[in-house]
C-alpha cells in the first residue's frame, strides 16, 4: 500500500519550484477541491426536488420510505466518516479521494438503473460513503502544507462558498429541468 507520505508528491508533482519548495497554485485549488465539490455538490442538490416525486411514481413509496430513501446518502456518509479517516491515513490523500470519486460515480449508475427501492436506497447508501471518503481527502488537502497558511482561510471560506452556492443552485436547476424535460 502506498503511505501517506506519497500525497505529497501528489502536490509536488503539479506544481514544484526549481529548489524543491511547493508553489502554491489557485488552479490546483480549483482542480482538486473546488470544482469536484461543485459538481458532486450540485448533483446530490438537483436530485432533491425529483427524487422524492420519482420514487413515488414508480415505486409507491410512502412519505416516510420517501424520508429514508433521501436520508440514505447521509447515513452512508455518516457511517463511512471515520473509517475513510483511517483509509486516508493508509493510503493516503490521492488515493481516497480517488476512490471517493469513483465511488461516487458506481453508486450514481446504480441508482438510474434501480429497479426497486432496496437497491436505489443502497445506492444512495454507497454514494453517501464515497463522499464520506472524497470529503475528508478534501478537508485534508485544504489543511496540508501545500495551501499556505496565509491562505488558508481565504482558500477554505472560498470551498464553503463554492458548496453553499452549489448547494443552492442544485435544487432549482433539477425543478428547472424535471418542469421542462418532463
Same mark, same amino acid.
Given at each position: 500500500?502506498?503511505?501517506?507520505?506519497?500525497?505529497?508528491?501528489?502536490?509536488?508533482?503539479?506544481?514544484?519550484?526549481?529548489?524543491?519548495?511547493?508553489?502554491? $497554485?489557485? !488552479? !490546483? !485549488? #480549483? $482542480?482538486?477541491?473546488?470544482?469536484?465539490?461543485?459538481?458532486?455538490?450540485?448533483?446530490?442538490?438537483?436530485? #432533491?426536488?425529483? !427524487?422524492?416525486?420519482?420514487?413515488?411514481?414508480?415505486?409507491?413509496?410512502?412519505?416516510?420510505?420517501?424520508?429514508?430513501? &433521501?436520508?440514505?446518502?447521509?447515513?452512508?456518509?455518516?457511517?463511512?466518516?471515520?473509517? /475513510?479517516?483511517?483509509?486516508?491515513?493508509?493510503?493516503?490523500?490521492?488515493?481516497? &479521494?480517488?476512490?471517493?470519486? #469513483?465511488?461516487?460515480?458506481?453508486?450514481?449508475?446504480?441508482?438510474?438503473?434501480?429497479?426497486?427501492?432496496?437497491?436505489?436506497?443502497?445506492?444512495?447508501?454507497?454514494?453517501?460513503?464515497?463522499?464520506? $471518503?472524497?470529503?475528508?481527502?478534501?478537508?485534508?488537502?485544504?489543511?496540508?502544507?501545500?495551501?499556505?497558511?496565509?491562505?488558508?482561510?481565504? /482558500?477554505?471560506?472560498?470551498?464553503?462558498?463554492?458548496?453553499?452556492?452549489?448547494?443552492?443552485?442544485?435544487?432549482?436547476?433539477?425543478?428547472?429541468?424535471?418542469?421542462?424535460? $418532463?
Amino acid at each position: 500500500p502506498l503511505s501517506p507520505a506519497s500525497d505529497s508528491v501528489f502536490v509536488q508533482q503539479i506544481s514544484v519550484e526549481p529548489t524543491g519548495g511547493v508553489v502554491f $497554485s489557485w !488552479l !490546483l !485549488l #480549483i $482542480s482538486v477541491a473546488y470544482a469536484p465539490t461543485f459538481t458532486s455538490t450540485m448533483g446530490q442538490g438537483m436530485i #432533491i426536488p425529483t !427524487l422524492p416525486i420519482y420514487t413515488r411514481e414508480y415505486f409507491q413509496c410512502s412519505d416516510a420510505l420517501v424520508g429514508l430513501i &433521501m436520508a440514505s446518502r447521509g447515513i452512508g456518509e455518516m457511517i463511512f466518516n471515520i473509517p /475513510a479517516g483511517l483509509l486516508h491515513a493508509r493510503v493516503g490523500i490521492k488515493n481516497t &479521494m480517488l476512490l471517493g470519486f #469513483i465511488i461516487m460515480a458506481a453508486s450514481g449508475i446504480v441508482q438510474y438503473i434501480a429497479n426497486g427501492v432496496a437497491l436505489l436506497t443502497a445506492g444512495r447508501l454507497v454514494s453517501g460513503m464515497g463522499f464520506a $471518503s472524497w470529503a475528508v481527502s478534501r478537508q485534508s488537502f485544504m489543511a496540508s502544507d501545500w495551501l499556505p497558511s496565509n491562505k488558508r482561510g481565504r /482558500a477554505t471560506s472560498w470551498l464553503g462558498g463554492v458548496a453553499r452556492w452549489s448547494m443552492a443552485l442544485g435544487p432549482l436547476v433539477g425543478g428547472l429541468i424535471a418542469h421542462y424535460i $418532463s
